[in-house]
């Protein structure tokens, strides 16, 4: 099956099949949101992304083989609906981006700055600081060794523009500007998306529309 990221409620999960991890896709309702069960190849160790909703959706996708953490990418509730339930269910540590972790009622075990490393199995994802949808959500990046970067944006970045900054001009400059900064000019056109809501993109389907962004505000 080729992976193509379009899930819906209530739907299979769509699997990414990379060559030393397994990403898994699932979308819970009642708003859509995208969770993410990644998979070691080398161990067979797991970590969730985003705990958003429906537990026992989420435990189905995860397995017999349980999780060791679970990631979320920032503080509004609709990705951590599901959070306690996983947590009583798998024993997993909790991480989240230091400034967003007060407002995540579930204990963060491991709050996360920039530039951090989670790690399970073989896996490395590096952790990046976007500040404008919340002060302290993250971005969770893959650099494949075979292959191109792989990047869990939560609501900072979907196909079309950034996150909603609710038409405050600061904290959208200031997401842009991170956006900009920590992914776009950094990571190369092929990195696939993985946003928090939605379809999947590239960078390089998105770069041309940087600076329409910047003109519309939003």
Not at 34 to 44: D, F, K, M, S
Not at 47 to 70: K, Q, R, S, Y
Not at 171 to 191: H, N, Q, R, Y
Request: glycine share 12%.
């Amino acid at each position: 099956m080729v992976y193509t990221g379009q899930v819906t409620v209530g739907g299979a999960p769509d699997v990414h099949e990379l060559k030393d991890l397994i990403i898994s896709k699932v979308a819970v309702g009642p708003m859509s949101n995208n969770a993410y069960v990644l998979r070691c190849r080398a161990t067979g160790e797991q970590l969730l992304i985003d705990a958003a909703n429906e537990p026992e959706t989420l435990l189905e996708v995860i397995g017999p083989d349980g999780i060791g953490a679970v990631v979320t990418t920032h503080q509004h509730g609709d990705h951590w609906q599901a959070l306690r339930a996983v947590v009583d269910a798998t024993g997993a540590r909790t991480y989240a981006g230091r400034d967003d972790a007060p407002g995540i009622p579930v204990p963060t075990t491991d709050p996360v700055d920039d530039g951090d490393t989670i790690s399970f199995g073989e896996v490395r994802l590096t952790a990046r600081h976007l500040v404008g949808h919340t002060p302290g959500s993250i971005a969770l990046i893959y650099d494949d060794p075979h292959g191109h970067p792989h990047v869990f944006t939560g609501d900072c970045l979907f196909p079309g523009g950034v996150g909603n900054t609710h038409d405050d001009p600061a904290a959208f400059a200031s997401l842009l500007g991170d956006v900009t900064a920590k992914l776009f000019d950094v990571l190369p056109d092929e990195s696939w998306v993985y946003p928090g809501h939605g379809n999947d993109t590239t960078l390089g389907d998105e770069r041309p529309h940087l600076a329409q962004w910047r003109e519309r505000g939003w």
